[in-house]
């Protein structure tokens, strides 16, 4: 059995990252046999262009594309980007992706997919409703607790909501990253209660659905990514639930554990697989030049 790891980054998140380096991480990959797919945070439309580096401080800096793709010449790994989404630059957005595809063609290397993700909301109430101004919620706990006291969590839930579907709508994405990383702060207590949703957790379950939804009826793969677990949450962002959900619509589901280091490729796979097939999941699916594979992962 072959792990795939559809879902990998090339430098972990630092206030001065280092430059994306494949070396580390095709040395582990080789070591332990996993086939990677890299997914990293690709550049920003221009507006949202922020900070000293143009990254927003996580994503790609514009000049940094060129390099990051010049290190798959004569690699047969799969590259391909984690992109944000924005209502209001879909047209960005569809131009960064196909300037990425363009350049890695030009160099002739092997396509994984493209993944599409949301980790930017406009949930700033001061601002402008009809030009909102953008905010990252999930870097650290604070900015999220912030958030949910300024706009409430129902609030929150619905731009999230409404962000995937847009998302999903656009048709450019292979896969959808991370659905419940809404959750990425929540606890749940020894009596179930959840910190963050309690109360909401029915409306933010059917918003989860209705992105699933969307998803099969748009021939978009959905990932289980176990980031979750070694957040506070506890948990891989995808419910047993929705696992069910996508075997059940037929949608194709993606294994992905968003490493940042070299040494958490593939992490978690045993709890991830044990829930894949607890849902009755017979194959899983990978990526290569954007078409679906499907392999055995038991
Ligand atoms: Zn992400
Ligand atoms: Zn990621």
Redesign the pocket.
Known sequence: MKIYDEHVHLRAHSDEPEAHNLRPFLQVAQKRQIAISIKEHGPLPKKYQRGPRGDFYFAMAPEELVPFLDQFIDTAVPVGL?LDYFADAEDEVREIAGNFLAQAQQRRLKIGALNG?V?LLPLDLNSDTDDPDIVMWDDKEESFAKYCDLCGIDRIIEEYHKALCGLVKMQLFDVV??VD?LRKFDRIDVHGKSFYLNGHETFYQEAIFDVLQQAGENGIAVELNTQGIDRPYGRPFLTPQAIKFCREKKIRLTFAS?AHKPETIGRHFAIAGEMFAAAGVEKLTCFRERKPHFYDFR
């Open positions: 984690e993700s980790h990253s991370h990383l968003d």
